[in-house]
């Protein structure tokens, strides 16, 4: 296991040092602060990792020859950033950093000390890009969600409310761990929805490409010293299936174009919110998968707002951030019109239970939630049922779509089969006749 040299103060305001051996580096803070030690600096230690580069000052780059000014430096690394666009992070790095800034910050380091060591230990091309435009803008005296806000990218509505709320909140380190938990959860339910699918979507697409093989090389080879055999009808079947397979010999160039423009004026007929509402609409009503994604969408609704909700947010602000991140336009109207009765004095339940589009599960639960008080707490409980539930949706899905594929493709085959042996009998037929 690696090991760690910190420099730390104990209980009694002396300073400590020493080596301690762990997992990763948010492990050793919690080593350290289990003993009663916060940490001011920590590092690998130099036998088990050489000095990386990204142990310079942050926001400070080495100049060609050594000798650009820090300052000069920072400016011209913003003016790139500006100008080239700047590095975003995979979810999976971010909910790492945020949790490892949140332990600094439990450990009891300042939050300006707890980003310079997030920053020792950055890696990749964006990970240090990003914390030294933070550090340097904290540095200036700016607060943490406003950095973010002005970054952007990775750092959507949910991100900076959440950190906003932390420090309105003073609950840094609790809501900086809740906000990496529901970076860890969206991006588990992202790979359990890819591994659901793609499965069904392998076999769809090794049997359709057999199918194409079959019907454009193999029918008209099998079928040539047939036709024009007198008294030999071509059946329907057979005459589709060697039309589709001249027409792709001749046109599939054709093909491939009007696929690339059907995609592309897809693409621009969606970007339009009038059409991207029907085309949502259409999910949402389509059986099996329209169940998953309302199931899917309902968890994600609840489990952030009820995160922002105990993270001191308004409830009005609560809403307008989770509104962005429902991923369903339907969704997000409905909520606009949930936040506009809430603003009339409205309950929540009443609006969300007439809008149709959200389980009687969820209503209960938020009503039981505004009369007891304990909003937040039903909340972040319901999140788990919702998303026990979308696990099970998850698992019909996967039972279901392979054997509907199968039947189609069966089916198709069948076709194919019959315009094959069709002509077979009818030549059979003529020469037995």
């Not at 009765?341 to 639960?365: D, H, M, R, Y």
Request: glycine share 10%; charged share 20%.
């Amino acid at each position: 296991m690696p090991s760690y040299r910190h420099q730390s103060i104990d209980r009694g305001g002396a300073i400590a040092g020493g080596v301690i051996v762990a997992g990763d580096r948010a492990a050793a803070m919690r080593q350290l602060q289990s003993k009663g030690l916060a940490p001011l600096s920590l590092e690998a230690d130099a036998g088990e990792a050489a000095p990386q580069p990204a142990q310079r000052r942050p926001g400070q780059q080495a100049d060609a020859a050594g000798g650009a000014a820090p300052g000069l430096a920072s400016l011209g690394s913003s003016l790139l950033g500006r100008r080239a666009g700047r590095p975003s992070l995979k979810r999976t790095e971010l909910a790492n950093i945020v949790r490892e800034l949140a332990t600094a910050i439990e450990a009891g380091l300042p939050l300006l000390n707890s980003l310079k060591t997030v920053r020792r230990s950055a890696s990749g091309k964006g990970q240090p890009v990003i914390l030294d435009f933070l550090i340097e803008r904290v540095e200036a005296g700016r607060p943490l969600h406003e950095a973010m806000e002005e970054y952007g990218q990775p750092f959507d509505e949910m991100i900076v409310g959440m950190v906003r709320a932390a420090d309105a909140s003073g609950r840094t380190a609790e809501v900086m761990h809740q906000l990496a938990d529901l970076l860890d959860r969206s991006v588990e339910l992202r790979r359990e929805m890819i591994g659901a699918t793609i499965y069904p979507l392998i076999v769809a697409g090794l049997i359709g490409i057999s199918i194409i093989v079959a019907v454009t090389f193999l029918l008209p080879r099998l079928m040539a010293p047939i036709i024009g055999q007198p008294g030999v009808t071509i059946p329907f079947p057979t005459a589709v299936l060697l039309g589709f397979a001249g027409f792709m010999a001749a046109w599939w160039w054709l093909v491939v174009i009007g696929a690339l423009a059907a995609y592309v004026g897809f693409r621009r007929w969606v970007s339009v919110p009038a059409n991207r509402r029907i085309v949502d609409l259409v999910l949402l009503r389509t059986p099996i998968l329209g169940t998953l994604l309302r199931d899917v969408a309902v968890a994600r609704f609840t489990r952030t707002l009820g995160t922002l909700v105990s993270a001191g947010l308004p409830i009005l602000s609560a809403l307008r951030i989770v509104r962005d991140t429902l991923g369903n336009t339907v969704l997000m109207e409905a909520v606009d019109g949930v936040q506009e009765k809430v603003t009339t004095g409205q309950s929540l339940a009443e609006p969300l239970e007439k809008c149709g589009f959200f389980p009687p599960l969820l209503v209960q639960i938020v009503n039981i939630g505004e009369k007891s008080g304990r909003l937040e707490e039903m909340l972040i409980h319901a999140a788990g049922a919702f998303d026990r539930q979308v696990n099970t949706s998850l698992k019909i899905l996967t039972k279901l779509l392979p054997p509907v594929l199968l039947v189609i493709m069966a089916l198709i085959a069948a076709f194919v089969l019959a315009g094959i042996l069709l002509p077979l009998l009818e030549m059979q037929k003529s020469l037995g006749g």
